[in-house]
């Protein structure tokens, strides 16, 4: 299906520093927020407990947080938040020195009974400190094999370059979602781990669309540069892409206003991702892949006809 067809070439790679540019600073302040501010790392990596509570009305959520906080033997760093409908409410704790899961499930829900005596408990998590580091360790392993397999992919489907162009692409994409996390301090939960890795997935299979497209056009324009065979490439592509991220955006906004609390982050990280993603595949990869030197020779076999003549 092809939504619309442009007759000529757009010359994206006449601004690949531009793009670059943009992304660099992009990447660099990135970076600086998650060296400065740091992942606000849910309860999934750091341990600790989430209580779901239902009430019979509507519920006060400074009521309850101070009800929590105003105590002598306080519970420090409560997070309080409505979830769902107004009436439920959900409660992020982190581990109590001293204190069991059970301990620490009793003395909140006695406040909040205190407080306000139609609370009731639904649902309740609890993730030890050890579990919650192995997790944190086991997230930041898979992100790397996964980079490592992307790697090892491209390079035996194309060449080197195209493999090296496609893994600074998804970095940057990668970098940026946790940098935007960071800086806005938004929750990173496993679920958002797992946007990531999907992420990464997408992005290189937008990479690999264009790349393939790129291959293609070293056979068909043998006399054209690299940098037209790109530009090309590029146009080509261009109705397949906005029909693919359009309707995959539109799956992840569904999820992100209506998929609940549960769902948001993790909707967030995607909709980050697709359209950096996006950006990366076009003007992040392709300059990156010219400027390492692709050519006509990477991806195409001799010219038969050449070889032939070059007989003695």
């Known amino acids: 299906m092809e939504l619309f067809k442009i007759k000529h070439a757009i010359p994206f790679m006449r601004y690949g520093k531009v793009t670059t540019t943009i992304s660099l600073v992009t990447f660099i302040l990135a970076v600086l927020a998650l060296g400065f501010r740091g992942l606000n790392l849910g309860i999934d990596f750091t341990g600790g407990m989430l209580l779901e509570v239902t009430y019979a009305q509507p519920a006060n959520i400074e009521a309850i947080r101070g009800s929590l906080e105003s105590q002598p033997d306080k519970i420090p760093e409560v997070a309080v938040q409505i979830f769902g409908t107004t009436k439920d409410v959900l409660i992020r704790l982190p581990i109590k020195e001293g204190v069991n899961g059970s301990q620490l499930r009793e003395e909140v829900y006695s406040l909040l009974k205190a407080q306000d ?47 090296v162009a496609a893994i600074v692409a998804n970095m940057h994409d ?102 950096f993603g996006i950006y990366s595949s076009v003007l992040v990869a392709c300059p990156v892949a010219m400027w390492l030197g692709v050519s006509r020779a990477d991806l195409l076999l001799p010219d038969k006809t050449s070889q032939e003549d070059g007989r003695p």
């Open 174 to 275: 990668i970098v940026i979602i946790l940098g935007m996390f960071a800086f806005f301090q938004w929750e990173f939960t496993l679920t958002v781990l797992a946007g990531v890795l999907a992420i990464l997935g997408y992005s290189v299979n937008e990479s690999v669309v264009v790349f393939d497209r790129v291959r293609e056009n070293f056979r068909k324009m043998r006399k054209a540069s690299v940098v037209d065979v790109i530009d090309n490439a590029i146009t080509t592509t261009m109705s397949r892409t906005v029909i693919t991220h359009a309707m995959t955006q539109l799956m992840v906004l569904a999820m992100f206003f209506l998929g609940g609390e549960a769902l948001h982050n993790f909707a967030l990280a995607l909709t980050i991702g697709i359209v």
């Open 117 to 163: 005596p139609s609370a009731e408990i639904r649902r309740v998590e609890f993730v030890g400190p050890q579990v919650g580091k192995d997790l944190y360790e086991g997230g930041i392993l898979a992100l790397l094999l996964v980079a490592a397999g992307i790697v090892a992919y491209l390079a035996l489907r194309f060449t080197w370059r195209f493999a």
